[in-house]
Nanobody
């Protein structure tokens, strides 16, 4: 079972930026798609961004143009750069590794423990 460890969450003011990181264990990182989900209180978990093994990406409409997902296969790490953050971005963000190499449709397999992002003045 792959281990996923997120970092980089915290409190930020509206309009600010954060970069989340997710370090993965195991030998199959480079051939699996990766994704970031988020879950706000009282809401369902939603897919925010995904990246295929080859680097193709897609985003939820609510974050397109503000968030960027990227990966470094040499470091077994996936990132989520979040700019122009708004209070509605407040949620627990989860890193996930897909079952397959493709990112759409995204089929989550392993999950991280989550990291809290709070956007507030």
């Amino acid at each position: 079972q792959v281990q996923l460890v997120e970092s980089g969450g915290g409190l930020v003011q509206p309009g600010g930026s954060l970069r989340l990181s997710c370090a993965a264990s195991g030998n199959f990182f480079s051939i699996k798609a990766m994704g970031w989900y988020r879950q706000a209180p009282g809401k369902e978990r939603e897919l925010v961004a995904a990246i295929s093994s080859g680097g193709s990406t897609n985003y939820a409409a609510s974050v397109k143009g503000r968030f960027t997902i990227s990966r470094d296969n040499a470091l077994n790490t996936v990132y989520l750069q979040m700019n122009s953050l708004q209070p509605e971005d407040t949620a627990v963000y989860y890193c996930t590794q897909a079952i397959y190499a493709i990112h759409s449709p995204f089929k989550p397999g392993s999950w991280g423990q989550g990291t809290q992002v709070t956007v507030s003045s």
